[in-house]
Structures are given as C-alpha cells and as structure tokens.
C-alpha cells in the first residue's frame, strides 16, 4: 500500500465511467467495450482496478451500458470485486454519475474516465478527508484539446471546454473526489446540445460556492481513447508495471 505518515484517506469507494461506445476506438470498439481492448496483454481495465486497488479502494462500481454484458463476464471470470451498475440510456457523463447514487449512499467517492489511467499514488492522493469536492489537474502543452480548468489559488472557478483561445494550460484529467452535495448539482442540471447531461456542469455550480478545488497530478495520465494511443500506453505500461 502506498498510505503515507500523516494523511487521512478516508473515500473508500470508486467509480469508473465505462458506459460509453468508444466511437473513437473503431473498428476495435465493433465488438467489445473499449475498456477491454487489450494493452501490455491484458484488457485496459485490468491496468486500472490493479491501481485502483492498490490505491486502497475497497469498493468499485462500473457504469456500463455498451456491451455490458462483456464488462460483467469480464468481472466474475477476474474475480475482481466490483458492482456493475447499469446506465440504461447513454446520456453523457453527469447522467452516469447519477446512475452510482444508491451506490454511494452518503459517503464520499472518486469518479474516473474508464479509458484514462493514473498511476497508484495520485488514485490514493484523491481520498483525501476533507469538506471538499476536488478535480484533478494537469499542464499540457496543446490545453485547446481538453478542458481547461481556471483556478484562484486551489480553488476552481470554471472549466472552458476545448477553448479556441488560450485561457490556461491546466488541463482536466477526468479524476474527481466528490462529496455526496454533487447528486444535488446533478439534478440541477440541464441537457447540453447534444441531450447529454454533462459532469463538468455540475462541478461548476459547485464551483460558484467555492466548493471545488484542483488537485495537481504528480505522476502520470494517459488517454487510451483511439487507436494510435495503444501503442504509446502499452511501451509505457510495459515500462512502469503496477
């Protein structure tokens, strides 16, 4: 384990987003999910419930929705323990959290992106005890690409999608610590253009009472969202094992 002298890590549990159908994965996504694509020789998931359980995660739930049933098989032949947890529409990544809420009961969880992988120690760094809601941050050299997150001091102040000028290089990795108050953001609101209900909408009416703070990433984030990521995820998987 990887608890450090000093820190309290009280979130216990996870939940990994893996509803989606990996249209930037095709043709690979045809016929499987795309968070068991395999990488290093194994599917990408295993990668990230070996970090996640190494990060002192007890309990996991799976959004599925995409060829869930391969997801679920995926689970009982692993014997990893994990809840799956049905999202019976696709509608975007906020409705997916809402999905986990009898999951979660009134505890406090961390939220990732299922084709995302952090390493061990800042999963873990996300269970930090505290009266905050946090999003995980990165620098990276072409921001336009990703949301930017603009922060006062640690404290968000908004996310800008995909931003046409700069307005930061501080990049969203997709790794949340949530207090149990973002199912009531959550409900609050609306569907974005496309008819999804969007996470990062609900972070930001948190943001406006100075709930949110950005969390710095130390280690590492790689996207395993299209083809040509396998490549580079699977030189550095074979290079930095679990």
Same mark, same amino acid.
């Given at each position: 384990?990887?608890?450090?002298?000093? &820190?309290?890590?009280?979130?216990? /549990?996870?939940?990994?987003?893996?509803?989606?159908?990996?249209?930037?994965?095709? $043709?690979?996504?045809?016929?499987?999910?795309?968070?068991?694509?395999?990488?290093?020789?194994?599917?990408?998931? &295993?990668?990230?419930?070996?970090?996640?359980?190494?990060?002192?995660?007890?309990?996991?739930?799976?959004?599925?929705?995409?060829?869930?049933?391969?997801?679920?098989? !995926?689970?009982?032949?692993?014997?990893?323990?994990?809840?799956?947890?049905?999202?019976?529409?696709?509608?975007?990544?906020?409705?997916?959290?809402?999905?986990?809420?009898? !999951?979660?009961?009134?505890?406090?969880?961390?939220?990732?992106?299922?084709?995302?992988?952090?390493?061990?120690?800042?999963?873990?760094?996300?269970?930090?005890?505290?009266?905050?809601?946090?999003?995980?941050?990165?620098?990276?050299?072409?921001?336009?690409?990703?949301?930017?997150? &603009?922060?006062?001091?640690?404290?968000?102040?908004?996310?800008?999608?995909? $931003?046409?000028?700069?307005?930061?290089?501080?990049?969203?990795?997709?790794?949340?610590?949530?207090?149990?108050?973002?199912?009531?953001?959550?409900?609050?609101?609306?569907?974005?253009?496309?008819?999804?209900?969007?996470?990062?909408?609900?972070?930001?009416?948190?943001? /406006?009472?100075?709930?949110? /703070?950005?969390? $710095?990433? &130390?280690?590492?984030?790689?996207? !395993?969202?299209?083809?040509?990521?396998?490549?580079?995820?699977?030189? !550095?998987?074979?290079?930095?094992?679990?």
């Amino acid at each position: 384990m990887l608890y450090s002298v000093g &820190q309290v890590f009280a979130v216990m /549990k996870a939940v990994v987003m893996a509803a989606g159908k990996g249209t930037r994965m095709l $043709p690979l996504s045809e016929h499987t999910n795309k968070v068991l694509i395999p990488v290093a020789g194994r599917p990408f998931l &295993q990668h990230l419930l070996t970090r996640l359980r190494t990060a002192g995660y007890d309990e996991v739930g799976i959004i599925v929705n995409y060829k869930k049933e391969l997801v679920q098989r !995926f689970i009982d032949e692993g014997g990893w323990k994990a809840t799956i947890i049905d999202q019976p529409e696709p509608m975007g990544t906020g409705d997916a959290v809402r999905c986990a809420r009898q !999951f979660i009961g009134n505890e406090d969880f961390v939220v990732l992106g299922g084709d995302n992988l952090w390493s061990a120690a800042d999963l873990q760094r996300m269970r930090v005890d505290d009266a905050f809601n946090y999003v995980m941050g990165m620098k990276h050299e072409h921001p336009e690409h990703y949301g930017v997150l &603009q922060a006062d001091g640690n404290y968000l102040l908004r996310i800008v999608e995909k $931003p046409q000028e700069f307005v930061g290089d501080l990049i969203n990795t997709g790794l949340y610590k949530f207090r149990p108050e973002i199912f009531d953001a959550l409900d609050r609101i609306k569907p974005a253009l496309k008819g999804e209900y969007l996470l990062t909408d609900a972070i930001s009416i948190l943001a /406006k009472f100075h709930k949110v /703070k950005v969390m $710095p990433m &130390q280690d590492y984030w790689l996207d !395993f969202g299209k083809p040509e990521d396998i490549p580079v995820v699977d030189s !550095f998987l074979k290079s930095h094992p679990a």
